[in-house]
């Protein structure tokens, strides 16, 4: 399962550009804790990334790594709780210097191969367009590319064709979206290729809490449906409420959003929320239900229902996480059609969502 859930967020980041340069994606293992007895499983998740980082040729950095020894060697009380996944300041701190490390690190290394790189060459390189948009022939040349999918079911016997139709998918993508005209100087032929038609994640390093307020009036004014139990917490005093998000607060908790008019096609969207645990999430549930919305004169103007689904906010553990879960829609909503989604705590008294994404998942 982590390996799954990390490997859909490297390739989505890695192909969130496909016409410009690739953003830099940095894996981070913190974690150091009591939550596996063996230290095989202890370790399942930080292998996991090391190894999808050498794959997609991308940047991990482990906690673990650093501190195992001074850990479970030295039994040192700083650096790890026994007892739970929350530790001390110092550990933070050391979390905090060792990303800094490797920042560098990666930032010398990158130098040597660009210098490198320009002294051994004797021509331009002409690997970037204008605005860092990149040519299709270096794509392939320099396997810009992603790789295939590394799996269980992906055997050496198939490797070569298995990355021969990467690159070809690469490479219908590049004509598709017409990324040659991303070398354009002129601003007003600049493109949108965001698949989105919404996207946010809550603070910390998102939308704050006026912004969560002011998105999701705005959507619940539209669908003309009063919001019902539902509200934006800030509340910093607990664990539990340490990032604001969208909560409900009482049972059968319900609000609707409506996006009329969509601009783009959509076929997928994304709720991240929490998972925690205690008398305040038992019995957590929240039924989540996407709909296009039907010509009033046809279907006795209901709605089609393209997707629904309970997503359990409770945790079988004494910590809490900021899971995804994507939904697929059974037809793809076009541009132009109006889509809903409608939200109702089916179960306990709280639930708390951390972000949104609405997107074309092409």
Known sequence: AARTSLQNFIRAALSSKQCDVPPLVVSVDDYVGPQ???FLGDMSYNMAMVQLARWYDTTAISYGDLVRDLAWLENDGRFYNPEDVHYGHLAHQTIAWALGFASL???SNYCDDEHLHRVSSSTTDASRGEGGSIHSDVKEKNHLYLPPQL????????????????????????VNLNCSSSTTTNANDVKDRNPCIASWISTPGGFRAGQIDAFMSAHSKESGVIVNGWKTENQM?????NKVG???????ATFTLQFTNVEKDINMVTLFYLRSYGEKWKDSLVKFNVSRKSDSDSDNGSDDVLSEVNIAGVSDDEHSLTLSQEITLSETIRKGETMKIKVELIGG?????????????T
Do not use: H, V
Not at 152 to 161: E, I, L, Q, Y
Not at 246 to 252: D, E, H, K, Q, V
Not at 349 to 361: D, P, Q, V
């Open 246 to 252: 969208y909560i409900a607060n009482l049972p059968g």
């Open 349 to 361: 008294t709280t639930f708390k969502i951390m972000g949104l994404m609405i997107c074309n998942s």
């Open 151 to 174: 799996t269980r079911d992906f055997m050496k016997s198939n490797a070569s064709k298995e990355f021969s139709n990467a690159l070809q998918s690469s490479q219908r993508s590049y």
């Open 237 to 241: 005093a607990e664990g539990w409420g």
């Open 36 to 38: 596996q007895d063996s």
């Open 105 to 107: 690190e990666l930032l």
